[in-house]
């Protein structure tokens, strides 16, 4: 079955330290974003890529860095200079941006939290 | 930029109709999406409206006028089930979706 895999589920991070949220996907989209939400806040899109290689900022991307050197693939990076990183985090992929009726397919989510 | 407003919490009765609002103001408009998330789970997919007018999916149904900025989503005979969030997006001139803070859906008995 196709579908966007995220892991770990759970994640927790030191003062300082650096984490990566993996997330690939087996449904041949181009574009994948990922979002942060916090409760009361629904869903905040951190950044997102619409190609290989390829990547923009979202609104809150201050604190997080991306890749996208493979399609199936879009790893998000937690930094120490993010201040506030405990929170639900949320994959998603579509078939391409700027088809308007593309639904988003999101995985399961990670849930980072700060020791 | 893009502003969109839903209800923060609903509470409806085991069978009956419900429905969640969404305003907004976007500038461009390419489509509104409503999805539902259970807790701790992922959103899915539940309409898309892009023209005005009401979409029907089974016992979900999803409203669209434009000029007035205004959605709603319609659930019928509703099931314990159907207790979960319920989100609102709109796809803007740049064609990524912005989320409204989502309406949890309590049903009761």
């Known amino acids: 079955d196709g579908g966007i895999t995220q892991s770990p589920k759970y994640l927790f991070r030191k003062e300082g330290q650096n984490v990566t949220l993996s997330c690939e996907q087996n449904l041949n989209h181009d574009a994948m974003y990922w979002y942060r939400q916090d409760p009361g806040q629904g869903l905040r899109l951190i950044y997102y890529?619409?190609?290989?290689?390829?990547?923009q900022k979202g609104d809150i991307a201050e604190g997080y860095s991306v890749s996208r050197e493979k399609k199936e693939s879009f790893p998000l990076t937690v930094t120490s200079a993010q201040k506030n990183p405990t929170a639900f985090y949320l994959c998603?992929?579509?078939?391409?941006?700027?088809?308007?009726?593309?639904?988003?397919?999101f995985g399961d989510g990670t849930r980072l939290s700060i020791l | 930029g893009q502003n969109i407003d839903q209800p923060t919490e609903m509470t409806a009765t085991e069978g009956a109709i419900v429905q969640i609002n969404c305003t907004y103001q976007?500038?461009?408009?390419?489509?509104l999406f409503w999805y539902q998330q259970h807790a701790g789970e992922a959103p899915t997919f539940l309409s898309y409206n892009v023209l005005d007018g009401l979409e029907e999916k089974g016992r979900f149904s999803s409203f669209l006028s434009r000029s007035k900025g205004y959605s709603y989503l319609l659930l019928k005979e509703l099931q314990m089930k159907d207790s979960a969030s319920y989100l609102c997006a709109v796809s803007g001139g740049s064609y990524i979706p912005t989320f409204g803070r989502g309406t949890s859906l309590i049903v009761h008995p």
């Open positions: 998603a992929s579509s078939g391409q941006v700027g088809m308007g009726n593309q639904p988003q397919h």
């Open positions: 976007t500038s461009g408009f390419n489509g």
């Open positions: 890529s619409q190609i290989v290689n390829d990547f």
